[in-house]
């Protein structure tokens, strides 16, 4: 359904890309905790600062920072942050045909590529990539602002903003990754992928370490092509 | 925190990302590979949705999230534009841990 899309979008689809893109490239916001949860495990501001600007990716920080709390050994922080890294590798990979094809704007690409950009270009890729281009390119560089800007405000103490969770912003990033999936759970067979995948990272997030429940979820997509190919 | 871990977990999480920028063409265009990489956005999503409504620092953790995805999950059967899905479960969210607070 989306790999066919047309290089072209109209106006109007490319507007809505972008409107979307910026909405959500506001719940970056969540920064400040990040940046106050990483001081309180004994990070120093400065290595809270630099995680967000060149890790930026918000479950590998937060879990990094976790272990780090916890007394945990560095090696440990790593591993988990990395596990929970290895998704962005495959997003790239899909991505591949909207990122710029030019190296250094490529890698500057490469490093927006997480969850929620992802979905944006996804969502949007139906409608052209130029659409897709749109919905990634601003959805990342909001993300980024308001990550990092709130990291620095959480790192030196700043709790004006107070608690994203006050004001539901949790609730947020899984609530647009729903609306992402919404178009696939019409149809019987994609349908089917999502929710087995759903339930496989659910009973994987009882036992196995986090990271691991959305890649087995992931492990679904496989199970759901050798069925069609066989069908 | 030593700065070598820092630097090493930041750069770590920027080569992973660049690495699947990178990787060539030839090995993910046959047909059975193009077929993985559309459904498995689709199966992570799913995976994604549901950890993190569901998530918690340390396992399972079931709390007023689960109000944002149902508001969503509405929002979305009634044809709402995608910002208002998102404000919507936020809203919501915010809404009935305010009354359970209060």
Known sequence: MVSSSADVSTPDAVRTARRDGVGLGLLGVYGVSFGAVAVAAGLSPLQAVVLSAVGFTGGSQFAFAAVAAGGGAPVTGLASAWLLGVRNTLYAVRLSDLLPRRVPARIIASALVIDETTAMALRHEPYGRQAARAAFWTTGIGLFAT????????A??????GDPAVLGLDAAAPAAFLALLWPYLRQGRTAVV????????LVAAFVAPAGIPVLAGGAVALVGLSRRVRG | MSWLAVWACAVGLLAQKVAGAFVPRAWVSGERVRGVLTLLPVAMFGALTLTQVLGGTDGVVVDLRLVGLGTAAVALLLRAPFLLVVVLAAASTAGVRLLAAG
């Open chain 1, 156 to 161: 030196f103490g700043v709790q004006a903003l």
């Open chain 1, 194 to 201: 999502a929710g087995s995948a759903a339930v496989v990272s």
């Open chain 1, 147 to 154: 990550w990092n800007a709130t990291t620095v405000l959480g």
